[in-house]
């Protein structure tokens, strides 16, 4: 299975991206997929998850600015990026829970996409 992340980028503070995540490969389903990043010198948070049924979750740094959602057809996954600040670059990261096969499951992560917010 694999996850590519696309659509990070250079974005002046107030500006908008759209983060997508396609998966690919031997997929059963797809249960909760998320959102992560990382900024030099600090951890990886979770910053919006989102489940299969679509219920969703955003750290309170994103919430009523950040928008999580997904094509289950498509295996697809989207971030859209609104009032962006100086605070949110850092590398994107595309995580997602896949069944494989009926009994086995596994959590997958993509390469990473970079998102930079000029001040």
């Known amino acids: 299975v694999q996850l590519v992340e696309s659509g990070g980028g250079l974005v002046q503070a107030g500006g908008s991206l759209r983060l997508s995540c396609a998966a690919s490969?031997?997929?059963?389903?797809?249960?909760?997929m998320g959102w992560y990043r990382q900024a030099p010198g600090k951890e990886r948070e979770l910053v919006a998850a989102i489940s299969s049924g679509g219920s969703t979750y955003y750290a309170d740094s994103v919430k009523g600015r950040f928008t999580i959602s997904r094509d289950n057809a498509k295996n697809t996954l989207y971030l859209q990026m609104n009032s962006l600040k100086p605070e949110d670059t850092a590398m994107y990261y595309c995580?997602?829970?896949?069944?494989?096969?009926?009994?086995?499951?596994?959590?997958?992560w993509g390469q990473g996409t970079q998102v930079t917010v000029s001040s």
């Open positions: 995580a997602a829970r896949v069944q494989t096969t009926m009994t086995a499951e596994y959590d997958y």
């Open positions: 490969g031997s997929i059963f389903s797809i249960n909760a």
